[in-house]
């Protein structure tokens, strides 16, 4: 196999692969990257058995072949290589002897047989919906805070991708609280439900442009499920079991509802959580009032108390919220005020706009009442 590529774009091809190699397996193929030239086009694969990544790469082939590369020496290799318009070699023998050489720089690297790589599994190309990749990678970022990084419930460590027509509900929740973002697709597809793992998500996250022009098919098999777009494809492995039932976790009742400007809420949440250390879990107490609404939070460290305006409906309440949890929230909410249902002081908070294309539920925790 002997292959040219202009450094750049091979880079970005290993960088995009990389985020599917093992960092422990007992595997050693799959620490390596596959380079697959058998066909008229260049593929770059990593695959840590959950979760694979292929991706095409612009460059010449003047000889035919794959070859397996330890993954990060050859990525290491790459990136100390001269700057991105520099031509790069890749060739080996029949024993996988492989050469890269840039410029004036020569490394000679053992490679392993190509055909011993684990391939991605193969999907049927039937059920699927199509949205863009800034509405997915938006999806993404305004839920993935909520998963839970604890293996002990499989479910909380990935999100519900439900489609119903042409509406597709994405659902994120750790035990504490949850989020619900809703869109309208373009079409109307066949209703599913799925549990995505969030670290696929947070992968292909970082792989998407955004490009509210660019868009990408999500493909649904049994087991799997396919994310294709730009000459990338990520496919992994879904979680299995019944997710939680969410509608009956949500409420319209509410005996409080304020209004508030969203800016000035979460100023004076981070400005109050100053004074919290890890592992410290002071809440941030909110007393609600007839048009304000009193702030005050009380660690080792001192106190701080604030004071906004709110436009209330319905009781005087007074309740407690770790304050990293409303802080997650706020910060991806891009409307201008926010809306706060709550019912008593032990009941879920939700933060939700009238047409609940995002809901955000979170839950208080108790506070001594005398000593606030």
């Known amino acids: 196999m002997k292959l040219t590529f202009q450094k750049a ?10 985020k599917a ?21 260049i593929k770059l694969t990593g695959n840590d058995m959950e979760l694979g990544i292929e991706t095409k790469v612009e460059g010449n082939i003047l000889e035919k072949g794959k070859i397996a590369l330890d993954a990060k020496l050859f990525s290491e290799i790459t990136r100390k290589l001269s700057d991105g318009d520099s031509m790069v070699t890749i060739e080996s023998d029949e024993k996988y002897n492989t050469t890269i050489t840039c410029d ?21 190309k039937n059920k699927y919906i199509c949205l863009s990749q800034f509405t997915l990678k938006e999806l993404i970022r305004q839920t993935i805070f909520s998963i839970s990084v604890n293996d002990s419930n499989k479910m909380m460590t990935g999100e519900l991708f439900e489609v119903n027509g042409d509406s597709l509900r994405v659902v994120s929740l750790d035990g504490h609280r949850m989020a619900i973002r809703k869109i309208l697709l373009k079409d109307t597809y066949e209703n599913t439900k799925v549990i995505v793992p969030g670290k696929t998500l947070n992968e292909i ?14 493909y649904f098999g049994a087991n799997h499920i396919l994310f294709e777009f730009d000459d990338t494809i990520v496919v992994s492995r879904l979680i299995e079991g019944e997710y939680f ?9 509410y005996a409080t509802k304020i209004s508030v400007n969203k800016k000035e809420f979460l100023d004076c949440i981070e400005r109050a959580s100053i004074l919290i250390r890890e592992n410290d879990k002071k809440p941030i107490i909110l007393n609600i009032e007839e048009s304000k609404m009193a702030l005050k939070l009380n660690s080792s460290f001192g106190t701080m108390n604030a004071e906004i305006l709110i436009h209330k409906t ?59």
């Open 245 to 253: 039932k969410v509608d009956q976790m949500l409420s319209s009742d």
């Open 9 to 18: 774009a091979l880079l970005n091809g290993i960088n995009i692969v990389l």
């Open 21 to 41: 190699v093992p960092s422990k397996t007992t595997m050693p193929i799959l620490e390596c990257i596959l380079i697959d030239a058998s066909t008229d086009v």
């Open 205 to 218: 996250s970082k792989i998407l442009t955004g490009d509210n022009e660019k868009e990408v098919q999500i």
């Open 104 to 124: 004036n720089s020569v490394f000679r690297i053992q490679g392993k047989d190509g055909d011993e790589f684990s391939y991605l599994p193969y999907i049927e």
């Open 314 to 372: 319905g009781q005087d309440l007074m309740i407690g919220f770790n304050p990293k949890f409303l802080i997650d929230a706020l910060r991806i909410i891009d409307d201008e005020n926010v809306t706060l249902y709550m019912m008593n002081p032990k009941s879920p908070c939700f933060i939700k706009d009238e047409e609940e294309t995002y809901i955000y539920l979170i839950l208080p925790v108790n506070f001594n009442a005398a000593a606030v």
